[in-house]
């Protein structure tokens, strides 16, 4: 099982929008004479704890199988690792215990597992999706195919963890409408820029007043990345997730340009990459 990685929110969109990167995680599962798991150079526990395995016997008993788990998506840094392993586990069930569940069946499980669906989301469908927030076998989604000319540079912590009970725990139960309302407008912007491929758009969607300020303190030099982005001729920057990665949003062609004139701000902190998003969701691969 081939699954890729997602950062979710991209800005305005909290708990609804999320699109599907170049990173992946591939999950191994051939039958055995007993139990075995082998998770290759991840720090991820090697017994039936792990999410791969959990999320497998939530459809039916792994004895008898043995996993192997591969993967370059980087842990607790926003980037959908949990939501990849548990569509990874939930794919390769379906696919050998012969259940013949429909993608939205998998949405379904998985948001009940993850207890949100926009990482799960994208991890299956692929491209970016707008999705219901929240969990249960309702859980609608809307695929939107790759804006042309798009790419992107993720900027991934060293050290800097934030776990996601804590990212949550910054975020106050009521907003004023003000903010709302703003968010509103960026997130209506962000999705006609996708679908038009309008670059203008985008730039102007990528603005968050709900979730990114409150939680500035959990990760300052993610956040004062996002403000320098544009000034580094990106269209803008967005938090992945409940951070700390970053995803800078760029035109193709400035790709490289962008990613150098990012060099010092992350210079003995972070790391980047120029990444694509991903227009393929979770899938059956030969290994």
Not at 6 to 12: D, I, Y
Request: proline fraction near 5%; include cysteine; glycine fraction near 10%.
């Amino acid at each position: 099982m081939r699954v890729p990685a997602s950062s979710a929110n991209l800005g305005p969109g909290f708990d609804s929008f999320a699109a599907a990167v170049d990173l992946t995680l591939e999950l191994e599962v051939v039958e055995s004479d007993a139990f075995s798991i082998q998770a290759e150079g991840l720090e991820v526990p090697e017994t039936r704890d792990n999410l791969c395995v959990r999320s497998f016997e939530a459809l039916g008993s792994a004895e008898g199988f043995s996993f192997v788990i591969r993967s370059e998506i980087p842990m607790a840094g926003g980037l959908g690792s949990s939501a990849a392993a548990t569509v990874a586990g939930l794919l390769a069930a379906d696919h050998l215990l012969d259940l013949s569940l429909d993608r939205q069946e998998l949405l379904s499980k998985a948001a009940e597992i993850e207890g949100h669906a926009d990482n799960a989301a994208a991890a299956i469908y692929g491209g970016f999706v707008v999705c219901d927030p929240g969990s249960g076998e309702s859980t609608g989604v809307t695929r939107l195919g790759i804006p042309a000319g798009i790419d992107g540079v993720l900027v991934t912590p060293s050290t800097d963890r934030v776990p996601t009970a804590e990212a949550r725990a910054a975020l106050p139960e009521e907003v004023p409408l003000s903010e709302a309302s703003e968010n509103i407008a960026a997130a209506a912007r962000l999705i006609l820029g996708i679908e038009r491929s309008d670059a203008d758009l985008i730039a102007r969607g990528l603005a968050d007043r709900l979730h990114q300020p409150r939680r500035e303190h959990l990760f300052p030099r993610s956040m004062q990345l996002v403000s320098e982005a544009a000034s580094c001729g990106a269209l803008g920057a967005t938090i992945s997730g409940a951070g700390p990665s970053v995803l800078v949003w760029t035109r193709a062609e400035d790709g490289d340009s962008v990613l150098a004139a990012l060099a010092p701000s992350i210079a003995g902190w972070g790391e980047a990459r120029r990444i694509r998003f991903s227009a393929d969701g979770a899938g059956l691969s030969t290994l």
